[in-house]
């Protein structure tokens, strides 16, 4: 993993970094070549907030997420099976009111997750602001799955010769081959 953590004094701090650290990933999947989709899911065992994974479409994926045709809206296929959204494969975006929702599997390669206060009140890790108040920290965590990025490349980018490698994900420069006559 490629993990970085931040820590903040306010909440609106954290949020500010968490969206700019998601602008970062989009671009660093783009740059990439990856076909993806920001979903918002749930945090699991970490946090009670929405959090959001780069999902990479694949028909190998494992996971399973809704996104609209048009514009940015995605979610992960969990959210929808616990009732936090009613969607379905070929409704109208309720985002933006025009595209359609597509339904794909997917592999994740990435995801952010705010976790606000909960850890650090766990931990006791707070800090004094400027009036001498002790506050708690709040805790931002983003990862890329760097062999998971692999993975899904080998499986978005192959025939039946192999993988096909781009310029910006290829392990090596040049290729030596050797032809025997």
């Known amino acids: 993993m490629k993990d970085l953590y931040s820590v903040h004094a306010t909440k609106e701090d954290l949020d500010e970094y968490y969206f700019k650290v998601l602008e970062a990933y989009k671009a660093i999947f783009s740059r990439l070549g ?3 989709r920001v979903s918002e899911a749930g945090g699991g065992v970490f946090t009670d907030q929405i959090t959001h994974e ?3 479409v694949a028909d190998g994926g494992e996971d399973t997420i809704f996104y609209c045709d048009k514009c940015d809206f995605g979610v992960n296929k969990e959210l929808v099976d616990d009732g936090t959204y009613k969607i379905s494969g ?3 975006c309720g985002k933006c009111g025009k595209g359609k929702i597509k339904e794909a599997l997917s592999i994740e390669v990435g995801n952010i997750f705010r976790f606000g206060t909960s850890y650090s009140e766990k931990m006791n890790a707070d800090f004094t602001d400027e009036k001498g108040g002790k506050k708690f920290m709040y805790l931002g965590s983003y990862g890329i799955g760097t062999t998971r990025v692999m993975g899904a490349w080998v499986e978005v980018s ?9 310029k910006a994900i290829t392990p090596y420069d040049a290729h030596l081959i050797e032809l025997r006559i």
């Open 90 to 92: 070929g409704a109208t």
């Open 54 to 56: 780069i999902q990479v």
């Open 34 to 36: 990856f076909s993806f």
């Open 158 to 166: 192959h025939d039946e010769k192999g993988i096909i490698w781009n």
